[in-house]
């Protein structure tokens, strides 16, 4: 049974199974978790999620994120979570399903905090939930049956915190048996008007994932079999897959499988994936367009084509919402939005999705320039490329076209350490003072020398007159 597989995996996987580059990434992702965390600090939704956990005060439980206080570790987990998700900034995996597997840090962060798990253990417990996250998605795609990637995130989660809390395979099966039978989440979080929930589905997800694990620690138990069961996730949810060997795993000829944190991406800029080889590319033309005609080419340009491939224009170029965004939620996954703001701006930050940026005239006039169109031959080419390719129409008649494959951050263009520090630094500025960027970056540097990763905790504290 695929529970059983699983679970075994979970008590099996040991510190010392790990490579150094999956390690050295694992730190990589508590970094850019944390820069994502702070940038998000004053947004509506995680403001909620915060005000929720801080009305259960808890001694000796987990630490809301940028404060001193400490809640139920689930309700530390979906606060957290929420602010390592809302920007659409942190990290992604594509495959049949895709997936933001960082979004498993703040659940088990929490269990680390109650359990005094040592950095090594988070270490291991981080690059599990990855790896299981990550398979699920590689076996059966859960967007086209009309549920939602987070759905695979109570799983993952649950055998993240299953490895921190030191549970046993018999508990760590129930966990399991827990966490999938619960938690299964609609597709309608990312159709249409996108609204607050995007930034909260996952977290609530590994919360629940998380409670899952608690109460199988405590004896409970939950249906069986999960997975394969009459009424189970196989026949209800997936369909029928069989998992991919993990990370670890042998094959015949004695070749461990590469663990799949390698495979993920840590995003460049603060827009859906799908839109980062588009950014680029926008980018790129806007410097061409007014070296050639001036800057008022941009603003006046004639055309505006995107071309991509199926599952993005799917995921961000499709609905009608995507032309006339209102929320931030819904312009970070417009691929007319992303490309317009480029292309007026010459960036893409997090100011880009402010509300009066929302609203602004020009803007809006340059998005209803775009067209996006099915290329052909980029079928089949996804996820190992994200092609986009960028024609800009002129008022002179000149057309300049760009073509982008790997976006910055892609494993096949990978963004370097300087890169991912320099990001927490810039999304931390506003929130803590340089001199406690800097014993963040070199305390996460070593984390695996920690010996209670509570320690991590006040590095994370922003002053309260921000709270």
Known sequence: MLADRLASYTQALCYDDLPGDVVHEVKRRILDSAACAFGAWKATPCRIARHVAQSAKVPGGATIWGTTQKTLPDLAAFANGALVRYLDFNDTYLSKEPAHPSDNLAAILAAGEIAHASGKRVIQAIALAYEIQCRL????????????????????????????????????????????????ALRQTRVGEVSMWKACAFSNAARNGLFAALLAQRGMTGPSPIFEGEKGFMKLVSGPFELPRLGGERA????????????????????????????????????????????????????????????????????????????????????????????????????????????????????????????????????????????????????????????????????????????????????????????LIGFVSTVEREKDIATLMPLLRVPHRDA
């Open 137 to 184: 998605c590689d076996a059966a795609a859960l967007r086209s049956r009309g549920w939602d990637h987070v759905t695979y995130g109570s799983i993952s989660s649950a055998l993240g915190v299953a490895k921190t809390l030191k549970l046993t395979e018999a508990q760590t099966t129930q966990a399991i048996n827990l966490a999938a039978v619960a938690n299964v």
């Open 252 to 439: 015949p000829d004695d070749r461990p499988a590469s663990f799949k944190i390698l495979d993920s991406y840590i995003k460049h800029f603060p827009v859906e994936y799908h839109a980062q080889t588009a950014v680029e590319a926008a980018l790129a033309l806007r410097a061409e367009v007014i070296k050639a005609e001036g800057v008022d080419a941009v603003r006046h340009l004639s055309e505006i084509e995107i071309g991509s491939y199926d599952v993005a224009i799917e995921i961000i170029g499709r609905d009608p919402e995507k032309w006339h965004p209102t929320t931030r939620e819904t312009a970070d996954h417009s691929f007319p939005y992303c490309v317009a703001v480029a292309l007026l701006d010459g960036r893409v930050t997090l100011h880009s999705f402010d509300p009066r940026r929302l609203r602004d005239a020009a803007l809006q006039a340059l998005i209803k320039k775009v067209h996006v169109v099915p290329q052909p031959e980029f079928a089949g080419r996804y996820p190992g490329a994200m092609p986009t390719r960028l024609t800009l129409r002129t008022t002179t008649g000149k057309v300049y076209t760009r073509h982008v494959d790997v976006p910055l951050g892609h494993p096949g263009n990978p963004m370097s350490d300087q890169d991912v520090e320099e990001k927490l630094r810039r999304l931390a500025s506003r929130r803590i003072g340089r001199a406690q960027a800097e014993k």
